[in-house]
């Protein structure tokens, strides 16, 4: 059984589709993982669900999702 089987859409990263264990969130509103926007901001400047241009490469850490991810993975 995979270890993100079961969890919520919102704790899945929309690039790597794996379960996040460092959200941030982008000035675009969305969260991801942080390993894997970081990546995306080093070859692009838009937004990966939007397509938009973002003003922005500044990332916002997720605290309240991280501890949602946290304390499902203890019940799991």
Known sequence: MAADQGA????ICPISMALMTDPVTCCD???Y?????????RHRLSSPLTGALLPSNHLVPNLALRSAIQEWQERH
């Open 29 to 31: 509103g969305h969260t």
């Open 8 to 11: 919520l859409p919102s704790f």
């Open 33 to 41: 993982e942080r390993s894997s926007i970081e990546t995306w901001l």
